[in-house]
Protein backbone atom coordinates (compact mmCIF):
# COMPACT_ATOMS: atom_id res chain seq x y z
CA UNK A 1 0.00 0.00 0.00
CA UNK A 2 1.34 3.36 -0.81
CA UNK A 3 2.81 5.66 2.08
CA UNK A 4 1.09 9.09 2.74
CA UNK A 5 3.74 11.48 3.51
CA UNK A 6 1.16 13.44 6.03
CA UNK A 7 1.55 10.28 7.93
CA UNK A 8 5.20 9.95 8.19
CA UNK A 9 5.52 13.34 8.92
CA UNK A 10 3.21 13.39 11.96
CA UNK A 11 5.00 15.32 15.07
CA UNK A 12 3.79 12.99 17.71
CA UNK A 13 5.56 9.53 18.27
CA UNK A 14 4.86 6.82 16.45
CA UNK A 15 2.11 4.16 17.11
CA UNK A 16 3.54 0.96 19.77
CA UNK A 17 2.03 -0.69 17.46
CA UNK A 18 3.75 0.49 13.76
CA UNK A 19 6.68 0.41 15.65
CA UNK A 20 6.33 -3.23 16.99
CA UNK A 21 5.57 -4.25 13.46
CA UNK A 22 8.78 -2.59 11.64
CA UNK A 23 11.25 -3.65 14.34
CA UNK A 24 9.70 -7.46 13.21
CA UNK A 25 10.54 -6.74 9.91
CA UNK A 26 13.68 -5.52 10.84
CA UNK A 27 14.95 -7.95 13.02
CA UNK A 28 15.71 -5.60 15.45
CA UNK A 29 14.45 -5.17 19.18
CA UNK A 30 11.55 -2.62 19.63
CA UNK A 31 13.49 -0.29 21.87
CA UNK A 32 16.23 -0.01 19.15
CA UNK A 33 13.88 2.48 17.60
CA UNK A 34 12.35 4.54 20.60
CA UNK A 35 15.08 7.41 19.56
CA UNK A 36 13.76 7.35 15.60
CA UNK A 37 13.14 10.42 14.56
CA UNK A 38 14.85 13.06 16.80
CA UNK A 39 15.72 14.56 13.90
CA UNK A 40 12.38 15.43 11.75
CA UNK A 41 14.63 15.20 8.80
CA UNK A 42 15.44 11.94 9.48
CA UNK A 43 12.10 10.99 8.75
CA UNK A 44 11.78 12.85 5.70
CA UNK A 45 14.48 11.03 4.06
CA UNK A 46 13.94 8.15 4.73
CA UNK A 47 10.26 8.58 3.41
CA UNK A 48 11.88 10.07 0.14
CA UNK A 49 14.19 6.95 0.40
CA UNK A 50 10.78 4.33 0.96
CA UNK A 51 9.03 6.01 -2.01
CA UNK A 52 12.03 6.07 -4.25
CA UNK A 53 12.61 2.01 -3.40
CA UNK A 54 8.52 1.55 -4.21
CA UNK A 55 8.43 3.19 -7.41
CA UNK A 56 5.85 6.27 -5.77
CA UNK A 57 6.61 9.91 -5.18
CA UNK A 58 5.38 13.14 -3.87
CA UNK A 59 2.08 14.98 -5.41
CA UNK A 60 3.05 18.19 -6.36
CA UNK A 61 1.22 21.49 -7.79
CA UNK A 62 1.16 20.26 -11.48
CA UNK A 63 -0.84 16.85 -9.93
CA UNK A 64 -3.57 19.64 -9.02
CA UNK A 65 -5.72 18.95 -12.38
CA UNK A 66 -5.37 15.96 -12.41
CA UNK A 67 -6.77 15.60 -9.25
CA UNK A 68 -9.60 17.41 -9.91
CA UNK A 69 -10.27 15.33 -13.05
CA UNK A 70 -10.12 12.62 -10.79
CA UNK A 71 -13.03 14.00 -8.41
CA UNK A 72 -15.02 15.09 -11.59
CA UNK A 73 -15.27 11.75 -12.51
CA UNK A 74 -16.42 10.43 -8.96
CA UNK A 75 -18.68 13.39 -9.15
CA UNK A 76 -20.81 12.61 -12.11
CA UNK A 77 -22.90 10.65 -10.62
CA UNK A 78 -22.92 11.77 -7.42
CA UNK A 79 -21.87 14.97 -4.99
CA UNK A 80 -21.48 12.86 -1.40
CA UNK A 81 -17.74 13.96 -0.12
CA UNK A 82 -16.65 11.09 1.10
CA UNK A 83 -17.39 9.29 -2.67
CA UNK A 84 -15.52 11.94 -4.84
CA UNK A 85 -12.45 11.75 -2.29
CA UNK A 86 -12.33 8.25 -2.06
CA UNK A 87 -12.26 8.57 -6.17
CA UNK A 88 -9.14 10.72 -5.80
CA UNK A 89 -7.21 8.42 -3.92
CA UNK A 90 -8.16 5.59 -6.11
CA UNK A 91 -6.43 7.79 -8.67
CA UNK A 92 -3.71 8.98 -7.16
CA UNK A 93 -2.64 5.48 -6.41
CA UNK A 94 -3.54 4.03 -9.61
CA UNK A 95 -0.42 6.58 -10.91
CA UNK A 96 1.04 5.53 -7.95
CA UNK A 97 1.62 9.58 -6.70
CA UNK A 98 1.54 9.75 -2.42
CA UNK A 99 -1.44 11.25 -1.11
CA UNK A 100 -1.14 14.89 -0.28
CA UNK A 101 -2.65 16.79 2.93
CA UNK A 102 -6.30 16.77 3.58
CA UNK A 103 -7.23 20.05 2.25
CA UNK A 104 -5.39 19.57 -0.75
CA UNK A 105 -8.01 16.32 -1.24
CA UNK A 106 -10.63 18.57 -0.26
CA UNK A 107 -10.41 21.81 -2.51
CA UNK A 108 -9.73 19.00 -5.41
CA UNK A 109 -12.92 17.55 -4.68
CA UNK A 110 -14.77 20.81 -4.62
CA UNK A 111 -13.61 21.92 -7.92
CA UNK A 112 -14.08 18.60 -9.41
CA UNK A 113 -17.54 18.77 -8.18
CA UNK A 114 -17.96 21.73 -9.57
CA UNK A 115 -17.14 20.42 -12.71
CA UNK A 116 -18.95 17.58 -13.02
CA UNK A 117 -22.39 19.24 -12.51
CA UNK A 118 -21.30 22.03 -15.17
CA UNK A 119 -21.02 19.09 -17.75
CA UNK A 120 -24.12 17.53 -16.65
CA UNK A 121 -25.73 20.63 -16.73
CA UNK A 122 -24.17 20.86 -20.45
CA UNK A 123 -25.39 17.79 -21.44
CA UNK A 124 -28.92 18.73 -20.61
CA UNK A 125 -29.46 21.56 -23.03
CA UNK A 126 -27.68 20.03 -25.63
CA UNK A 127 -29.23 20.33 -28.59
CA UNK A 128 -32.08 22.57 -27.81
CA UNK A 129 -32.69 25.55 -29.87
CA UNK A 130 -32.50 29.50 -28.67
CA UNK A 131 -36.27 29.57 -28.59
CA UNK A 132 -36.61 26.65 -26.58
CA UNK A 133 -34.12 28.09 -24.14
CA UNK A 134 -36.26 31.46 -24.58
CA UNK A 135 -39.21 29.44 -23.60
CA UNK A 136 -37.45 27.92 -20.11
CA UNK A 137 -36.67 31.58 -19.01
CA UNK A 138 -40.31 32.58 -19.54
CA UNK A 139 -41.78 29.76 -17.45
CA UNK A 140 -40.09 32.10 -14.29
CA UNK A 141 -41.86 35.33 -15.61
CA UNK A 142 -44.97 36.03 -12.91
CA UNK A 143 -48.40 35.87 -15.00
CA UNK A 144 -50.53 38.82 -14.74
CA UNK A 145 -53.53 36.96 -14.73
CA UNK A 146 -52.64 34.62 -11.66
CA UNK A 147 -50.02 36.79 -10.04
CA UNK A 148 -47.79 33.11 -10.05
CA UNK A 149 -45.27 32.09 -12.10
CA UNK A 150 -46.16 29.68 -15.30
CA UNK A 151 -43.43 27.08 -13.42
CA UNK A 152 -45.56 27.22 -10.75
CA UNK A 153 -49.12 26.97 -12.32
CA UNK A 154 -47.52 23.94 -14.02
CA UNK A 155 -46.25 22.56 -11.14
CA UNK A 156 -49.84 22.57 -9.09
CA UNK A 157 -51.13 19.18 -10.76
CA UNK A 158 -55.09 18.80 -9.60
CA UNK A 159 -55.66 15.59 -7.68
CA UNK A 160 -59.52 15.72 -7.16
CA UNK A 161 -61.50 14.01 -9.28
CA UNK A 162 -63.31 15.71 -11.70
CA UNK A 163 -64.39 16.54 -15.53
CA UNK A 164 -62.62 19.66 -14.76
CA UNK A 165 -59.74 18.77 -13.67
CA UNK A 166 -58.86 16.39 -16.49
CA UNK A 167 -59.24 19.32 -18.96
CA UNK A 168 -56.89 21.25 -16.19
CA UNK A 169 -54.39 18.29 -16.76
CA UNK A 170 -54.70 17.83 -20.08
CA UNK A 171 -54.02 21.85 -20.86
CA UNK A 172 -51.19 21.61 -18.62
CA UNK A 173 -49.89 18.53 -20.40
CA UNK A 174 -49.64 20.14 -23.50
CA UNK A 175 -48.29 23.80 -22.30
CA UNK A 176 -44.99 21.60 -21.68
CA UNK A 177 -45.37 19.50 -24.84
CA UNK A 178 -45.01 22.61 -26.67
CA UNK A 179 -41.87 23.68 -25.50
CA UNK A 180 -40.34 20.54 -27.08
CA UNK A 181 -37.77 19.45 -24.92
CA UNK A 182 -36.81 15.88 -25.95
CA UNK A 183 -37.28 12.91 -22.93
CA UNK A 184 -34.14 11.40 -24.55
CA UNK A 185 -32.11 14.02 -22.43
CA UNK A 186 -32.49 12.59 -19.85
CA UNK A 187 -30.09 9.24 -20.86
CA UNK A 188 -27.26 12.26 -20.98
CA UNK A 189 -26.42 12.29 -17.51
CA UNK A 190 -26.06 9.82 -14.59
CA UNK A 191 -29.79 8.95 -13.65
CA UNK A 192 -28.31 9.54 -9.90
CA UNK A 193 -27.38 13.39 -11.30
CA UNK A 194 -30.78 13.37 -13.17
CA UNK A 195 -32.74 12.25 -10.34
CA UNK A 196 -31.23 15.25 -8.38
CA UNK A 197 -32.35 17.65 -11.19
CA UNK A 198 -35.80 16.75 -10.59
CA UNK A 199 -35.69 16.99 -6.75
CA UNK A 200 -34.32 20.10 -6.86
CA UNK A 201 -36.88 21.51 -9.56
CA UNK A 202 -39.48 20.04 -7.18
CA UNK A 203 -38.32 21.45 -4.01
CA UNK A 204 -37.38 24.48 -5.04
CA UNK A 205 -39.86 27.42 -5.68
CA UNK A 206 -39.18 29.79 -8.92
CA UNK A 207 -37.36 32.54 -7.33
CA UNK A 208 -34.80 30.69 -6.10
CA UNK A 209 -34.29 28.52 -8.94
CA UNK A 210 -33.94 31.75 -10.75
CA UNK A 211 -31.24 32.67 -9.18
CA UNK A 212 -29.03 30.18 -10.49
CA UNK A 213 -26.41 30.07 -12.85
CA UNK A 214 -27.73 29.66 -16.58
CA UNK A 215 -26.39 26.76 -16.97
CA UNK A 216 -27.44 25.22 -13.69
CA UNK A 217 -30.99 26.78 -14.35
CA UNK A 218 -31.85 25.73 -17.90
CA UNK A 219 -30.90 22.16 -16.70
CA UNK A 220 -32.85 22.49 -13.36
CA UNK A 221 -35.79 23.03 -15.75
CA UNK A 222 -34.80 21.36 -18.48
CA UNK A 223 -35.05 17.80 -16.05
CA UNK A 224 -38.19 19.47 -14.40
CA UNK A 225 -40.44 19.62 -17.22
CA UNK A 226 -39.55 15.88 -18.54
CA UNK A 227 -40.88 15.06 -15.09
CA UNK A 228 -43.53 17.02 -15.40
CA UNK A 229 -44.72 15.17 -18.45
CA UNK A 230 -44.84 12.25 -16.85
CA UNK A 231 -46.16 12.73 -13.89
CA UNK A 232 -49.35 15.03 -15.63
CA UNK A 233 -49.49 12.12 -18.17
CA UNK A 234 -50.03 9.67 -15.50
CA UNK A 235 -52.55 12.08 -13.33
CA UNK A 236 -55.16 12.24 -16.86
CA UNK A 237 -55.03 8.24 -17.18
CA UNK A 238 -55.41 7.85 -13.83
CA UNK A 239 -58.33 10.60 -13.19
CA UNK A 240 -59.84 9.58 -16.66
CA UNK A 241 -59.79 5.90 -15.48
CA UNK A 242 -61.82 6.97 -11.91
CA UNK A 243 -64.29 9.19 -13.61
CA UNK A 244 -65.27 5.99 -15.91
CA UNK A 245 -64.90 3.87 -13.10
CA UNK A 246 -67.36 6.11 -10.97
CA UNK A 247 -69.51 6.68 -14.34
CA UNK A 248 -69.93 2.73 -14.42
CA UNK A 249 -70.90 2.42 -10.79
CA UNK A 250 -73.57 5.08 -11.00
CA UNK A 251 -74.99 2.89 -13.99
CA UNK A 252 -74.49 -0.18 -12.43
CA UNK A 253 -76.35 1.53 -9.22
CA UNK A 254 -79.10 2.96 -11.16
CA UNK A 255 -80.15 -0.07 -12.97
CA UNK A 256 -80.33 -1.95 -9.59
CA UNK A 257 -82.63 0.72 -8.29
CA UNK A 258 -84.95 -0.03 -11.39
CA UNK A 259 -84.54 -3.60 -11.00
CA UNK A 260 -85.77 -3.50 -7.30
CA UNK A 261 -88.26 -0.79 -8.45
CA UNK A 262 -89.60 -3.19 -10.80
CA UNK A 263 -89.68 -6.38 -9.27
CA UNK A 264 -92.03 -4.95 -6.89
CA UNK A 265 -94.28 -4.45 -9.78
CA UNK A 266 -93.69 -7.67 -10.91
CA UNK A 267 -94.53 -9.04 -7.50
CA UNK A 268 -97.34 -7.03 -7.06
CA UNK A 269 -99.18 -7.76 -10.31
CA UNK A 270 -98.50 -11.82 -9.60
CA UNK A 271 -100.34 -11.30 -6.09
CA UNK A 272 -103.33 -9.80 -7.93
CA UNK A 273 -103.50 -12.71 -10.11
CA UNK A 274 -103.26 -15.41 -7.65
CA UNK A 275 -105.77 -13.58 -5.91
CA UNK A 276 -108.26 -13.74 -8.63
CA UNK A 277 -108.73 -9.37 -8.95
CA UNK A 278 -107.68 -9.69 -12.65
CA UNK A 279 -110.60 -12.21 -13.16
CA UNK A 280 -113.29 -9.87 -14.46
CA UNK A 281 -111.03 -9.04 -17.56
CA UNK A 282 -111.46 -12.41 -19.06
CA UNK A 283 -114.85 -11.37 -19.27
CA UNK A 284 -114.07 -9.28 -22.17
CA UNK A 285 -114.31 -10.96 -26.21
CA UNK A 286 -112.19 -11.76 -27.61
CA UNK A 287 -111.81 -11.62 -31.59
CA UNK A 288 -109.70 -14.66 -33.41
CA UNK A 289 -109.19 -15.22 -36.92
CA UNK A 290 -109.40 -18.71 -37.73
CA UNK A 291 -109.36 -19.91 -41.84
CA UNK A 292 -112.31 -21.32 -43.31
CA UNK A 293 -112.54 -24.11 -45.64
CA UNK A 294 -111.66 -21.95 -48.58
CA UNK A 295 -108.57 -21.15 -46.81
CA UNK A 296 -110.12 -17.20 -46.13
CA UNK A 297 -109.52 -16.40 -43.26
CA UNK A 298 -112.83 -14.75 -40.97
CA UNK A 299 -113.18 -13.62 -37.85
CA UNK A 300 -115.47 -14.73 -35.28
CA UNK A 301 -116.16 -13.78 -31.72
CA UNK A 302 -114.98 -16.09 -29.29
CA UNK A 303 -117.63 -16.14 -26.30
CA UNK A 304 -116.14 -15.11 -23.28
CA UNK A 305 -116.37 -17.91 -20.06
CA UNK A 306 -117.00 -17.03 -17.12
CA UNK A 307 -115.35 -15.19 -14.36
CA UNK A 308 -115.68 -18.39 -11.86
CA UNK A 309 -113.50 -20.13 -14.84
CA UNK A 310 -110.93 -17.73 -15.27
CA UNK A 311 -109.81 -16.94 -11.85
CA UNK A 312 -107.24 -19.85 -11.95
CA UNK A 313 -106.73 -21.02 -15.51
CA UNK A 314 -104.11 -23.04 -14.39
CA UNK A 315 -105.15 -25.63 -11.99
CA UNK A 316 -106.94 -29.05 -13.84
CA UNK A 317 -110.79 -27.70 -13.61
CA UNK A 318 -109.89 -23.94 -14.94
CA UNK A 319 -108.04 -25.34 -17.90
CA UNK A 320 -110.99 -27.97 -18.71
CA UNK A 321 -113.62 -25.00 -18.43
CA UNK A 322 -111.47 -22.43 -20.26
CA UNK A 323 -110.87 -25.24 -22.93
CA UNK A 324 -114.79 -25.78 -23.41
CA UNK A 325 -115.65 -22.13 -24.13
CA UNK A 326 -112.89 -22.53 -26.71
CA UNK A 327 -113.62 -25.52 -28.74
CA UNK A 328 -111.33 -24.38 -31.70
CA UNK A 329 -108.07 -24.36 -29.34
Not at 240 to 257: H, P, Y
Not at 295 to 301: H, I, L, T
Request: aromatic share 4%; net charge positive; glycine share 6%.
Amino acid sequence: MPLSTNFLNRPAGLPEELVTFIAEQLDLPAEALADYASREQTMTDHARELATALGLRGATRTDVPFMIDAAAKAAWATDRGAVIAVGVIDALREARILVPSVSTVERAGIAGRARARKQAAHALLSGLRPEQLDALEALLITEPDKGITTLTRLKAIPTAVKPDHVRDILDRLHQVKEIGIPASLSASVHPDRYRQFIREGRASPAYLIERYTASRRRATLVACLIDLEERLTDAAIEMADKLIGTAFSRAKNTQARRYAATSKDVARLMRLFRHGRLAPACDAPRALRTPDASGVGRERQVPSTSTQNCKRPWDGRGQAAWRSGFPDI
